[in-house]
């Protein structure tokens, strides 16, 4: 690590441990603090979102102490790495490394560490693909060390399930201390030895995949798993864990999962972010009646906005939150998938590729021809609330995976692009109108910023100008890549000093 980078981590550390020492009465003056040395155009909306929630007291504020109540044993050491590694200091070299090599680079890496699973759900296509494919540790462990070389510090483990290799887990989990480890998991092998691991390595998170209530994720999962999923989730409340839960979003289980009786669960469980994924039917054979119709996926965009309004509790709609992170994420944008056989796939849900992670690096596989495609292609529409070149734009990934001339990686059942895009495109062309009417909605409090993310500037100030998500950074002329990451970070002598007691010298 550069010396200039080691003062800006020691900077955010003290800032970060002065913070928690007493976050109720020590977050404002680390904003106004904050606000003093940072550029006004480093993320403005949250910082006024922040600002908000610690002076009204709403819901965001009570999940900021929510997050405080958790067990001190890992909190502290887990917001710091996830904020300071995870985000702070990672994003710059990100920025860095895209100017430097012209692809895309993850904020994420999604991989499976097995194709093991011990359940065989509705539509799921990990269970049809057998219990022999795993990426060993030492492949894993290499993935993360090239991951960190580009600035990437957030894994997410997927399946299969994951915890099948829980050992394994919890050993990169002590190696990579600078990194943040999330698992999507069923929870069936959650148990108290695990929960005590977890508290001794303090960096590894569940996401326990959830259908809604008893009978819809029962009807999916199998009976007797909704109980299971209690129990694990008591484990966790009682140890004072982070957790979340992942929900597959049905026709099924619409009305469960887009209900208030639902989220008020989810709190009570003491869930602290809900992650909304829509259904995909891949694979030969999915089903195609599990996609929700417009009419679900309406009610969801206009239920998730208020939710996040008026609950405590972190959601994501990955389909309708498009606008918030400029359209599909996919292919190394901010993240990647690693399925259990090595090959490097745009999205967990798109099943092709050029690379194998046991045939060329992480850089090579993010250069290769389908991500270089992604690359070129994003967004894929204008209206962000049709991301997906697969779910709201189909056709547009047979495309791309025909000029890249990538093969199929279904584990079970190879799959032409065209004939998963064929199986969305009556959803995706009735989908079209609903989201255009969103998109123009007058009323909506967004509608300005989308017809022009660059309002109130000058045209000619206009071409200074990048979008990073939905955040509006200047780009002065001449900028060299680190130049360009510095934008997103700020001065930290005075944030250093502020947090530093004065008897205390900094190394």
Sequence with gaps: MKATD???????????????????????????????????????????????????????????????????????????????????????????MREKYQCNIPWAILLDPTSACNLHCTGCWAAEYGHKLNLTFDEIDSIIEQGKELGTHVYIYTGGEPLVRKDDLIKLCEKHQDCAFLS????????????????????????????????????????????????????LRDAGLPFGVSCCFTSQNADSIASEEYFDWMIDQGVLFCWIFSYFPVGVGAPTDLMANPTQREHLYHFVREMRETKPLFTLDFQNDGEFVGGCIAGGRRYLHINAAGDVEPCVFAHYAN?????????????????????????????????????????????????????????????????????????????????????????????????????????????????????????????????????????????????????????
């Design 184 to 235: 999507f998991t069923n929870s069936t092998l959650i148990d108290a030895d695990f929960v005590e691991e977890m508290i001794r390595v303090k960096n590894f998170v569940p996401a326990i995949s959830v259908e809604g209530f008893e009978e819809a994720t029962d009807a999916r999962r199998g009976d007797g798993v909704y109980a299971k999923v209690e129990r694990a989730m008591k484990l």
């Design 6 to 96: 080691q003062i800006k981590h020691i900077a955010y550390e003290k800032a970060f441990d002065y913070f928690l020492q007493d976050p109720e009465a020590n977050a404002t003056k680390i904003m106004n603090l904050l606000d003093k040395v940072a550029p006004a155009d480093l993320f403005p909306s949250q910082r006024k979102a922040f600002r908000s929630a610690l002076e009204s007291q709403n819901n965001w504020y009570q999940l900021i102490m929510r997050i405080m109540d958790l067990n001190p044993a890992v909190r502290n050491d887990l917001i710091k790495m996830f904020a300071i590694d995870g985000n702070l200091m990672a994003w710059p070299k990100q920025e860095a």
């Design 355 to 507: 690379a194998n992670i046991r045939e060329v690096s992480l850089l090579e596989a993010l250069q290769s021809p389908l991500f270089m495609e992604y690359y070129r292609n994003q967004p894929f529409n204008d209206n962000l609330l049709r991301p997906c070149p697969i779910l709201e734009n189909s056709g547009r990934l047979t495309e791309m995976v025909e000029r890249a001339n990538a093969r199929s990686t279904d584990l079970q059942h190879e799959e032409q692009a065209c004939d998963l895009c064929a199986k969305t495109k009556e959803m995706s062309d009735a989908w079209a109108p609903v989201a255009e009417r969103l998109w123009r909605n007058e009323q909506d409090p967004l509608f300005e910023k989308r017809q022009d993310p660059g309002q109130g500037m000058a045209d000619t100030d206009k071409a200074k100008f990048e979008r990073i998500g939905r955040t509006i950074v200047p780009m002065p002329d001449n900028q060299t890549s680190e130049e360009r990451a510095d934008i997103i970070s700020f001065d930290s002598a005075e944030l250093l000093e502020d947090c530093t007691p004065k008897d205390e010298a900094v190394a």
